[in-house]
């Protein structure tokens, strides 16, 4: 007996008329019955935040002929709330899927990007999740090569699971050619802040956020090492924060509490 | 020869005039030369979000007699980035701590807390860093027996230094004698969420997010074992994502990618 048609959620950080998720949404519908929520806005760098001060919107948008879309005013992550909640109504998508994000979110970027975080919470949610992010920035990005990858990668996701507590964070190079998938591990690189400091009409400071990537890891199992070297990069991450490596030696600390 | 003070910054999410900060500064006057930058107001649930499609104010204030303080119009995050770039100029502090946190940042709320972040951040730049978090929501909360507990911990931190990638959540409970400290790794759990639906005056839905914690979790090595049991519960996290036990089997998956 054919098995139905896989539910798969797709949502973003980009916003909901991102040409990333336009591709994502194509790529998707080939494999299943397609859901979307999106911010109605631009949200990038918003990290894992998510709308406690103030109220959400969500309101169904027609876009892409046969896709159930819906702009939401929040996050990223805020998208996944309301979908699991007000629109899945507790019976869970069979796969999340967030992007395709117009820019890297491979090594440390993981934790500032909204694409991620996204992902994140579906996989907090118990759902399958990936992330798909591409190496350019701009509207005009041409996600075509990343295609025939998605599928695979999702394919693969929908036929195994995952394991519990983990999702996967998927980077496409820009070249012409993608060599084929490496399983990574994520780099460890920082970004070195630079502010850019201007004078307002006002003659108040303000500062602009910029910065420059900085790779402190040579490994070759890395995203950036297979990133460079021309592959799709496959990152398994976890959620759950804990460095249990360090709890032995905290423990033979010894904390002088002086109570008044 | 005696060492000559350390300098610390201290950061938040609940915005320069909380209480918690406050209390968080007074503590470390006695330890050290303080340095405040915080959020000019609230930004809890910002997670690790940062400010890229606008530009950042850094002000000079004077709120608490002979301590630097600086109100920043972006998220925590933002601040220790700016700190760091723009007040430190690259010559680090010695200690980085962010709170305290009016409610709790145990388990799975470390991803979504902006003081966690705000710490995070602080590792990221390798400042040995800590966030603390007390278990009252109202600006009236009682931070006193939080005292002698954190400069007991910042005391040992600013002696033994941190793992790189590593720092520490720590988490009060609100009860009147806290017994001590355990160093806990995080608890599983989630937020079942239940949006508010409402309707406003021109008669369109809106929602308010709500939620209740779900502890999934039995363990009486976790933070909430160790808050429920009246300790403060020290946790050390790390920044990497990477899910490293799942790589074996992810490298056993046969990817069918179909290049068009």
Redesign the interface.
Known sequence: MKKSKPVILVVNDDGITAPGIKVLIEVMKDMGEVVVVAPDS?Q??????????K????DKVELYEGVEMYKCSG?P??CV??A???IFKGKKPDLCVSGINHGLNHS?N???SGTM?AA?EGA??KIPSIGFSFDDFTEGADFSRC???I???A??VLD?G??E??LL?VNFPNVPTIK??K?C??A?A?WA???D??LDPHK??????TGVFQLNDQGEDTDVWALSNHYAS??????????????T???T????????
């Open positions: 631009p990038s760098g918003m990290g894992h935040a998510i709308t406690i001060g109220p959400l919107r969500l996050t992550v805020d709330k309301l699991v909640n007000k440390i993981v934790i500032y975080s994140v907090i949610e295609r025939p990858f599928k695979a990668i394919a693969q195994h995952l394991a507590g983990t964070n084929g998938i399983i591990r994520q460890q920082k802040e630079e502010f400091e201007r108040r400071n303000y500062y602009w956020l496959v990152v398994p991450i976890q959620f759950d924060m804990t460095a249990h490596h360090a709890i030696t905290l423990n600390w010894k904390f002088d509490v002086q109570k008044g």
